[in-house]
């Protein structure tokens, strides 16, 4: 017999993100609690999203009360979510209950959610992202984020300014000289903001500017066209809006270098794990983002961390405050500020 709680908790950023689609100073996350009879309890988080399923937290609450009501099959995270998948629940909502359900069971077989996933322990530098802006704000920003000793290795760069890319040239060219100065990686993400043709141009003047990929450089839809700029690319592409689930892979596999996952996308750790497989199965590199997350499903993708190449598991540093805890930011990783502990390692404050 399970007990189940949801709730909603608004997440005020510290600094506005804007992206090539929009800004956002904050919203409200679902909150899923899944006990047992002997008192373990997992906990899980969805960020609405409208191409996730659910536009705002009102139907995202909606969604999870009605999937209650249909009793769902909770005696394991895989079967639960093959059976919620087939019956359309929308990926945020899922990967609340997805990430509760994998962390109640670790926490049942007293084990780290890496462990119990036979996967390494949590690894790799995180990107530490800065959205659209002047780059007088860009120039501003960079010092306020290694203010009182923090520690990033990889900023990432939101571009795809709907001002044009001489608007992000002039943004990247204010951050490029502090990072070159402090031996810091640039990554950058569109977002789908540029043509084919400023894709070309933009990776070509990227690429002499030490940056170490592009993330979404066309928009989803669009993935046909990804061939064009495929060829003779100057820097690595990866895909990130145009990867939601392990069997859209195969559509691009051969005209890109790497995949992001992103657990509200694919509805949880477990169509992540299907994305890893996946992607490895076409010799594609991986990646792993979020979107506006607290450090619970922060702690879980942080779970999958030992086996992904790049890492920009950040948004949960840019929360005023973070709502939950069980994470710390070690030499630019993220990592369980325990030893001891199991499931996913967060909870709420």
Same mark, same amino acid.
């Given at each position: 017999?399970? @007990? ?33 009879? %002997? ?21 995202? &609450? ?8 249909? %009793? ?11 059976? $919620? ?21 670790? @926490? ?62 002039? &943004? ?22 540029? $043509?084919?043709?400023?894709?070309? @141009? ?59 996952? @992103?657990? &509200? ?21 991986? &990646? ?62």
């Amino acid at each position: 017999m399970y @007990k189940t709680n949801i709730q909603s908790i608004y997440l005020e950023k510290r600094f506005p993100l804007r992206i090539s689609r929009g800004v956002r100073a904050g919203s409200s996350n679902l909150f899923v609690e899944i006990s047992d009879e %002997n008192g373990n309890t997992g906990i899980g988080e969805g960020a609405p999203g409208g191409s996730e399923g659910a536009a705002d937290i009102e139907s995202a &609450m909606k969604i999870a009360q009605e999937h209650l009501s249909q %009793n769902p099959d909770f005696s394991h995270p895989v079967s639960h979510y093959r059976a $919620s998948l087939n019956n359309g629940l929308a990926p945020c909502v899922l990967a609340a209950f997805d990430i509760a359900l994998w962390d109640l069971l670790a @926490k049942q077989a007293k084990l780290p959610l890496h462990r119990l996933l036979g996967l390494p322990a949590p690894h790799g530098i995180t990107s530490m992202t800065i959205g659209i802006m002047t780059a007088e704000e860009a120039r501003e920003r960079v010092q306020i984020l290694f203010e009182n000793g923090r520690i990033y290795h990889a900023l990432k760069i939101k571009l795809g300014n709907p001002e044009g890319i001489e608007a992000d040239q002039q &943004m990247y060219n204010a951050i490029y000289p502090f990072a070159k100065e402090n031996n810091i990686s640039l990554r950058v993400d569109a977002n789908g903001g540029w $043509s084919v043709e400023d894709a070309k @141009k933009m990776m070509s003047w990227l690429a002499e500017r030490n940056c170490d990929y592009v993330e979404q450089p066309l928009v989803e839809g669009d993935e046909h066209r990804l061939s064009e700029i495929f060829q003779n690319r100057p820097l690595p592409i990866y895909v990130d809006e145009s990867c939601r689930f392990a069997s859209q892979i195969k559509n691009y596999s051969d005209s890109v270098d790497g995949v992001n996952l @992103k657990l &509200m996308k694919c509805g949880g750790i477990t169509g992540a794990l299907e994305i890893l497989n996946t992607a490895r199965a076409h010799n594609l590199k991986t &990646m792993i983002g979020c979107m506006s997350e607290s450090s619970i499903s922060i702690g879980a993708g942080a779970a999958l961390t030992g086996i992904i190449d790049h890492i920009d598991l950040d948004s949960h540093l840019n929360l005023n405050p973070d709502v939950a805890e069980g994470l710390q930011l070690n030499n630019g990783m993220i990592l369980p500020d325990s030893n001891n502990y199991s499931g996913h390692g967060s909870v709420l404050k």
